[in-house]
């Protein structure tokens, strides 16, 4: 059972562009919700997060979309740069005490020149 | 960077041997948390820590045990390792407090033959 999931397992995008990265998620009970980039032999690096209070946060290139009644989360990447190529994961909890965190499969973003 | 290190980074053992992965943190932060990744599945919670002494299971917790005896140290045991726990171990850490991200080491990959 895939309480997070990331249905697509890699994205091309030419430097400059948008990059859109998706992700859904089946628990009604997560209210916060993370997306961190991984380079190869390193571990995750926290990106940026959103409670379920709001639809929206913002972070330099990096913005992520929460749409509570589809269970939808997204994360928009603007201007895409050549060192946004990694994979991405999403993953959710819910907020307070320790966070298990529920991670999706992960998307391979590559931004090509 | 957050300031966690994992000991070993590499380790190759036999199958029904005991291993004992380490994860050292310099944050002071209360919550510590072991994860496991392997392909197709993103990261997956064994056990994690909210304080000295105080630990429990996460998603994927059979076959491992965990043990925090200073907030610093946090170490997971694989008491007789088998195949299906060759995998990449990352250690989590993250502070006290809602919205408070986890930070992750840079991981231990384990091979059991």
């Known amino acids: 059972d895939q309480q997070v999931k990331q249905n697509s397992p890699s994205l091309s995008v030419q430097e400059g562009r948008i990059s859109i990265l998706n992700c859904d998620y089946t628990?009604?009970?997560?209210?916060?919700f993370l997306w961190y980039k991984k380079y190869p032999a390193e571990g995750p690096t926290f990106l940026i997060s959103i409670s379920s209070i709001k639809d929206k946060n913002e972070d330099g290139r990096f913005t992520v979309f929460l749409n509570k009644s589809a269970k939808h989360l997204s994360l928009h990447i603007v201007p895409s740069q050549p060192g946004d190529s990694a994979v991405y994961f999403c993953a959710a909890s819910a907020i307070g005490g320790a966070q298990k965190l529920v991670f999706g499969q992960g998307t391979r973003l590559t931004i090509n020149p | 960077d957050a300031g966690i290190t994992q000991s070993p980074r590499h380790k190759v053992t036999e199958t029904g041997t005991p291993v004992t992965l380490r994860c050292h943190q310099t944050?002071?932060?209360?919550?510590m948390y072991w994860y496991r990744q392997d392909p197709g599945h993103g990261l997956r919670l064994i056990h994690y820590?909210?304080?000295?002494?105080?630990?429990d299971k996460g998603e994927v917790s059979d076959g491992y045990s965990v043990s925090r005896s200073k907030t610093e140290d946090f170490l997971l045991t694989l008491e007789s390792a088998t195949s299906s726990q060759t995998s990449v171990y990352f250690c989590a850490i993250s502070e006290w407090g809602d919205e408070q991200p986890q930070h992750f080491g840079d991981g231990t990959r384990l091979s059991i033959l």
């Open positions: 628990n009604s009970m997560f209210d916060y």
């Open positions: 820590s909210y304080g000295v002494k105080d630990t």
């Open positions: 944050e002071n932060h209360r919550y």
